[in-house]
């Protein structure tokens, strides 16, 4: 199932190619114009490693059924 980026929240999971991922901080960034951007701080599962992403608003994710 897919997730709106926007739906992403502190203890949300979701799949990225063959990683899972977890959430571990969420911000939506407005600006003056255009469209936001969701920027979240992300752990992977199976590396441990802790990245920021960033997303356009309107982006879609896979969620991951842990």
């Known amino acids: ?3 709106n980026v926007t739906e992403l ?5 979701y799949k990225e190619v063959k990683d899972v991922l977890l ?6 960034v407005k ?3 255009g469209s936001g951007n969701i920027k979240v701080k992300v752990r992977n599962i199976r590396t441990g490693s802790v990245v920021e992403k960033s997303f356009i608003t309107g982006a879609r994710v896979d969620e991951a059924n842990v």
Do not use: D, I, Q, W
């Not at 929240?9 to 999971?13: M, V």
């Not at 959430?23 to 939506?28: A, N």
């Open 23 to 28: 959430v571990l901080t969420y911000e939506h």
């Open 1 to 3: 199932m897919a997730l």
């Open 9 to 13: 929240r502190k203890g949300t999971f």
């Open 31 to 33: 600006t003056g114009r």
